[in-house]
T-cell receptor, first 112, second 112 residues
């Protein structure tokens, strides 16, 4: 089992809809989680991070963390074609030292 | 703006050649990382350094070496390049008190 898992997609949503991206992790003691957006051929850019159980909102983005169920999700409201990208989930795992473990990413396509 | 830069941005080389990829940052961060990205495999950590005197292997260090010349500079070398080292390489940095990593623009390396 991979330490951080994501469905590779593609996930297709219509413009204006809510996109829901999910990530699960194997290490129950994991501390912090990050969502990065990556356009094709470009570098990952941070969208948001979450450390505590519950929801964290930033504009159209909401990150959700459920440590009991070991999943973290990213909701994108009012999805736009410019949101079409690959979304990488990363976690600082208990046994991983002070470094991040990345999932393989979920490709999101927002269709007109 | 404080930034992370990588040189070269693109490189084509031949099997057996020695290649150096360079990373510089003006963020004042102590921690620097080298990743490679392959389709379907996500970001994989090659080496990381938490300060000038600290170098650590990541999950895929075989065939690579690094040098931390200064707080702001971290170089990745391929001593004898082989075709399966063809990939997109990213440098990243983070501060001491945060897990958030910031990525450079990437180097696309092709080994023929």
């Amino acid at each position: 089992q991979k330490e951080v898992e994501q469905n590779s997609g593609p996930l297709s949503v219509p413009e204006g809809a809510i996109a829901s991206l999910n990530c699960t992790y194997s290490d129950r003691g994991s501390q912090s989680f990050f969502w990065y957006r990556q356009y094709s051929g470009k570098s990952p850019e941070l969208i948001m991070f979450i450390y505590s159980n519950g929801d964290k909102e930033d504009g159209r983005f909401t990150a959700q963390l459920n440590k009991a169920s070991q999943y973290v999700s990213l909701l994108i409201r009012d999805s736009q074609p410019s949101d079409s990208a690959t979304y990488l989930c990363a976690g600082r795992l208990t046994g991983g030292g002070n470094k991040l473990t990345f999932g393989t990413g979920t490709q999101l396509k927002v269709e007109l | 703006d404080a930034d992370v830069t990588q040189t070269p941005r693109n490189r084509i080389t031949k099997t057996g050649k020695r290649i150096m990829l360079e990373c510089s940052q003006t963020k004042g961060h102590d921690r620097m990382y080298w990743y490679r990205q392959d389709p379907g495999l996500g970001l994989r950590l090659i080496y990381y350094s938490f300060d000038v005197k600290d170098i650590n292997k990541g999950e895929i260090s075989d065939g690579y070496s690094v040098s931390r010349q200064a707080q702001a500079k971290f170089s990745l070398s391929l001593e004898s390049a082989i075709p399966n080292q063809t990939a997109l390489y990213f440098c990243a940095t983070s501060g001491q008190s945060t897990d958030t990593q910031y990525f450079g623009p990437g180097t696309r390396l092709t080994v023929l």
